[in-house]
C-alpha cells in the first residue's frame, strides 16, 4: 500500500484546490482509494506519521466538501439544573 504517498498528496490536494476542483470526479475516487488503503492495512502496524496525513487529508475533504461535523455528544451524565445553577453563581 502507498498510504504514505496517497495519503500527503491526498492532503496537500484539499488545502491547493479550489472548492470547484475538490468536486471534481477524481478527486473523489482518490479519497475512495485512500479509504480502500485504510481498509486493506487495518491489520498491520504502520507508521504514525503516514496514517495522520491520512486521516487529516480525508478529514479536510469532509470538510470542505460536506461542511462541519456535527459535535460529538458528551458520555458523562447531565448534571441536575439546580447543580449547574449553584455551580455558575459561585
Given at each position: 500500500?502507498?498510504i504514505s504517498t496517497t495519503g ?60 462541519a461535523r456535527p459535535p460529538i ?8 439544573a439546580a447543580e449547574t445553577a ?5
Amino acid at each position: 500500500m502507498r498510504i504514505s504517498t496517497t495519503g500527503h498528496a491526498f492532503e496537500f490536494l484539499n488545502i491547493a484546490l479550489s472548492d470547484e476542483e475538490l468536486r471534481e470526479p477524481w478527486v473523489t475516487r482518490a479519497a475512495m482509494h485512500l479509504l480502500d488503503c485504510f481498509e486493506k492495512t487495518q491489520d498491520f502496524d504502520l507508521e504514525c506519521g503516514a496514517l495522520y496525513h491520512a486521516a487529516h487529508g480525508l478529514d479536510l475533504y469532509r470538510t470542505r466538501r460536506f461542511g462541519a461535523r456535527p459535535p460529538i455528544p458528551s458520555s458523562e451524565p447531565a448534571k441536575p439544573a439546580a447543580e449547574t445553577a449553584a455551580a455558575t453563581s459561585q
